[in-house]
């Protein structure tokens, strides 16, 4: 028997499909995780699959599928309905979807007839709603309907664009509208300046977001928003700009490898620069209306090369002036200062008065605050070359900027003989082996020293400083040479009595000669002859006084002019004299002599009559002073000497106007003002202020 069953395999019996699956159904609804239609679900596709598969699927009729035995006991098994199998149908499923169809036409036909009741009346705006109907005997049946009353606010917009158009905006609905576009637009400009000021590391992309503001090209955009937007930006880079040049980075800098920190702040640097220079673009097309074209396109197209114009706004152009003003005078030093510079002194001859005011007040803030030089050199240079093109026609307060220039000493040209080098030649000529050996040791020491103590940098500055000074010499002289009758003669007598003492000696012979000139003709002024005295008394000071020159012509002018100054005239006229008067009488007394001494004591006590308290108390320390330092001249306190000759008070010669035989008779009537301090000071001149 056993060889018998280990002859035949022995056969398991299979277990249905169904069966499988509803093993598995139970097993997962008594976990709970199905849900109990679930299972006859499943059931119903697992019969379908066996009773309805198509026939070409299979070999055979579906009589011929096989039933096994665990199918039957599960079929008929007591207690089991299978009357859900009728529907299975196809052609019931089909019928099912027609009688869908047709119910889907008839609910549609009941929404549109109920829309028409909705819409039906006299107005076909007006929405109604149906009520039930009633039947009559003589009408049938009768339909009801109401009118609805929807809100503003309940309507639909989207109807409301399809069937009536919109209403036209009125005039006081656009200005508000307009008005919140301003205050939602200086909001936004309020919040990303706030943000840059506050971290401009780490929100320095928001500056593009603020230079869209100003360079927008919607027309619709106010110019208050724009105004906003550039005083935002010039606020934002005056306080982010650093103290330093910002140097652009090599490639091969670029490529070497550096740390996170490094790489943030030349990232950060590089966008500053970047959006500096959109910024500066911007404020050159607004102030000058202009464009260049691209590279690109010009090269594509000739008529390109032309310039886009556009209209310029007044107001917009005078904060866009003002905006590069400030930044220029706050970080002289950094990027982009040539293209400001270039850019603001293009309005300095400007007809607008409030644009060349705006202008000439930045560039003397600039002359004084310039402590290298080297800005003062590129805007003294410009200026001159703007004066030349414009054939002189400028206004005086264009040069009357070169007054605001702080340089008070320049390289001398003894000093540019001892930095001159000797070379390998001359050296070998001159020194031995253990000379040059010594020589060149003590030169690096010095180099040394000089590095410590900054000393080198003094050297430079005083070599820009000459630049700068030849540079506004080369303009006043130009000017006496080719304008010497224009407006701007005053401006330049005045400059030259500023910078006298820095003029080389080499030019001080041809200058005597037309200043000499210029007082004889009797064309000017009564400033420009005292400006052109007070040039020609700092140039006898210092270096001048070794020259062979002859100074009479202008004690005469001055002694001829000084009785035109009285209380019309401005302060700035006595300032001068004064300063004339302390060179020539005081300062040059051993050159000076008694006659014309005492000539000039009689002459400013005439003047101090006809002056206010404050130009008389002046007159009266110039009086005293010379008094003192001359003891010879108490003789015109005293009405007992006895001279000879007559006073001619009229006369312009100091020299042959026998001031001697006369006195300060003007003292007597001084003590009578009516300023008390200017009494007291006549009673002190008129007792000896030798004794005092």
């Known amino acids: 028997m056993a060889a018998k069953h280990r002859g035949k395999k022995s056969r398991v019996p299979k277990t249905s499909i169904a069966k499988l699956t509803n093993k598995r159904l139970n097993k997962l609804a008594k976990q709970g995780k199905l849900k109990k239609s679930l299972g006859k679900k499943r059931l119903v596709d697992l019969l379908k699959y066996r009773t309805n598969k198509p026939v070409n699927d299979r070999d055979g009729s579906p009589e011929d599928i096989p039933v096994e035995e665990a199918d039957y ?9 299978f009357s859900f199998l009728s529907e299975l149908d196809p052609s019931k499923k089909k019928k099912t979807t027609k009688r869908k169809r047709e119910n889907d036409k008839s609910s549609n036909v009941e929404r549109m007839y109920e829309k028409q009741l909705k819409t039906a009346g006299t107005d076909k705006n007006v929405e109604v709603k149906s009520l039930l109907p009633f039947k009559s005997k003589e009408k049938g049946i009768i339909h009801r309907t109401i009118e609805i009353q929807q ?8 109807v409301d664009v399809e069937e009536a158009p919109a209403k036209p905006f009125s005039a006081v609905e656009e200005v508000v509208e307009e008005e919140l576009r301003k205050k ?51 606020d934002v880079f005056r306080d982010v700009i650093p103290g330093y040049r910002i140097r652009t980075l090599t490639d091969a800098e670029r490529k070497q490898s550096m740390k996170k920190v490094k790489k943030e702040v030349f990232a950060f640097e590089e966008t500053l620069v970047n959006y500096y220079h959109q910024f500066l673009e911007l404020m050159k097309f607004l102030t000058t209306g202009k464009k260049q074209q691209s590279k690109k396109r010009e090269e594509s197209d000739a008529k390109m090369k032309k310039q886009i114009i556009m209209p310029v706004n007044k107001g917009l152009q005078l904060l866009c002036i003002g ?20 850019i603001v002194l293009r309005f300095i001859t400007s007809s607008n008065e409030e644009l060349s005011d705006t202008v000439c007040e930045a560039v003397k803030q600039l002359f004084r605050g310039d402590k290298s030089g080297e800005v003062s050199l590129e805007v003294v240079r410009l200026i001159g070359r703007i004066i030349k093109v414009k054939m002189f026609k400028v206004k005086p307060k264009v040069l009357d900027t070169f007054l605001s220039i702080g340089i008070k000493q320049v390289e001398k040209p003894e000093d540019k003989e001892k930095s001159q080098k000797l070379t390998k030649e001359e050296k070998m000529k001159k020194f031995s082996k253990r000379e040059r050996k010594r020589q060149k040791a003590m030169e690096h020491l010095e180099k040394e020293l000089r590095e410590a103590a900054a000393e080198e940098d003094v050297k430079h500055k005083l070599k820009v400083n000459t630049q700068v000074i030849n540079s506004v010499f080369l303009t006043y002289f130009r000017i006496l040479k080719l304008a010497r009758h224009s407006n701007l003669l005053e401006s330049v007598l005045e400059g030259l009595a500023k910078f006298a003492h820095l003029i080389n000696v080499s030019f001080f012979d041809d200058l005597f000669a037309v200043m000499t000139e ?27 006084e070794a020259l062979n020159i002859d100074p009479v012509r202008f004690y005469n002018h001055l002694y001829k002019v000084l009785l035109q100054l009285h209380v019309g005239n401005s302060t700035k006229d006595l300032q001068i004299a004064l300063n004339c008067l302390d060179v020539l009488v005081d300062k040059r007394r051993r050159h000076v002599s008694e006659q014309r001494t005492l000539a000039f004591l009689k002459r400013i006590a005439t003047v101090s009559l006809q002056m206010s308290s404050d130009g008389a108390l002046a007159l009266l320390g110039v009086i005293r002073k010379i008094i003192i330092e001359c003891p010879k001249s108490e003789v015109l306190l005293s009405s007992d000497t006895i001279g000879c000759g007559v006073f001619l008070p009229d006369l312009d010669e100091p ?19 009516y300023h008390p301090v200017v009494r007291n000071s006549a009673k002190i001149l008129l007792h000896g202020p030798s004794k005092q």
């Open 151 to 158: 809100s503003k606010e309940e309507e639909d917009p989207a």
């Open 73 to 81: 006991d599960y079929f008929s098994r007591p207690g089991r309905d």
């Open 655 to 673: 020299d042959y106007c026998n001031a001697c035989n006369t006195s300060l008779f003007e003292l007597h009537l001084l003590r009578k003002s």
């Open 323 to 342: 905006s590069l003003c400030s930044l220029l005078v706050t970080h002289p030093h950094f990027n982009f200062r040539t293209e400001i510079i270039s």
């Open 518 to 544: 210029l007082v004889l003709s009797g064309d000017l002024s009564n400033r420009c002859s005292l400006n052109c005295v007070q040039t020609a008394s700092t140039l006898l000071m210092g270096q001048g």
């Open 184 to 234: 939602d637009a200086k909001r936004q400009i309020k919040l990303l300046a706030s943000s840059l000021l506050q971290n401009p590391q780490e929100h320095v992309s928001d500056l593009k977001s603020l230079l869209s503001y100003v360079g927008n090209s919607d027309a619709e955009l106010p110019v208050n928003v724009r105004k906003c937007a550039i005083v935002a930006l010039t």
